[in-house]
């Protein structure tokens, strides 16, 4: 296997087409330089050059091999440029898992912007999963960051920061009464139609749901379950019930006449986690952790 220097010397003298100018370009003596040549003919069993006594002349072979010794030295110098890119953090693959909750606070979007202006050579890949799955992906290192609804177990070799924590409020549909009550009580709320999530800013919404409403006093009727939040939040503004989402998803996106209200009473909250591997020393891994944190302290 011939060595890229060799291929750095063929071309030399084949553009110049002499070995003693090749020689100055290349910052060597003439006689490395010819036998560099001569061993290359002889591993590759090809004659390159026609010799005579002022100049050296590619054969037609050499002419040949010319045109691919080029191409292979500009992928090997690209390959350089990339791996130094690597060594600076301006290159590489970062796969990232995500819950919806981070989505719908704010935060998850803001953060790939900054981090795409700041890197535009590392290549991101966005996979939405629960909590749990994303902890096993993240040991098994086909996730590089995780964004779940709770904080990794301890001694697990994961490291996280709560990049979100806010309250679940309730959307009320247009013309209902308790739109007028300013102060709203467990007991208006006992009976009332709900939509329910099936996904929602827990692992398991429903039983979190019904647990928080018992614990606060009243039974909730869900009559409709929806697959996302930004549905309930249509349902409600048809009127077909109550609803709680996420405090900054109602926010941007409940239908105009739907009202929102915070229920001191309910301890319903979305808790969102960065998690990353401990061990990972990769400088975009701690760049992409700034832009969350920047995102999620403007959201």
Avoid at 35 to 52: D, H, N, P, T, Y
Avoid at 113 to 131: D, E, I, K, M, T
Avoid at 200 to 213: E, F, W
Avoid at 222 to 231: A, G, N
């Amino acid at each position: 296997m011939f060595e890229l220097r060799q291929l750095r010397y063929f071309i030399a003298v084949a553009e110049t087409e002499n070995v003693g100018r090749a020689a100055e370009l290349l910052h060597i003596s003439q006689s490395p330089l010819s036998r560099q040549i001569q061993q290359l003919e002889a591993q590759l069993g090809v004659q390159l050059f026609e010799r005579s006594k002022k100049r050296l002349h590619l054969t037609q072979e050499g002419r040949d091999f010319l045109v691919e010794a080029r191409v292979l030295m500009a992928n090997a110098q690209r390959v350089e440029a990339f791996g130094r890119r690597l060594g600076a953090g301006g290159a590489g693959h970062l796969a990232v898992g995500y819950v919806e909750g981070a989505m719908q606070a704010n935060v998850l979007g803001p953060a790939l912007r900054r981090f795409r202006r700041a890197h535009p050579g590392v290549a991101l890949s966005l996979q939405g999963l629960g909590s749990g799955v994303q902890f096993e992906r993240l040991h098994q290192h086909t996730l590089d960051l995780g964004l779940t609804y709770r904080a990794p177990p301890e001694a697990s070799g994961l490291h996280s920061a709560q990049v979100v924590d806010e309250p679940l409020v309730l959307a009320l549909p247009p013309d209902d009464p308790l739109r007028k009550v300013r102060h709203l009580q467990p007991a208006q709320l006992h009976e009332r139609p709900w939509i329910a999530v099936a996904r929602q800013p827990v692992d398991t919404i429903r039983p979190a749901l019904l647990a928080g409403c018992q614990r606060a006093g009243f039974t909730p009727d869900i009559v409709y379950e929806t697959s996302d939040p930004q549905s309930a939040l249509q349902l409600v503004g048809a009127g077909l019930g109550l609803a709680v989402v996420q405090a900054s998803l109602g926010t941007a996106h409940a239908p105009r006449d739907v009202l929102l209200r915070e229920l001191p009473w309910l301890d319903l909250r979305v808790s969102v986690h960065l998690v990353w591997r401990a061990d990972d020393p990769r400088p975009w891994v701690a760049q992409f952790r700034q832009a969350v944190a920047k995102a999620a302290s403007s959201a």
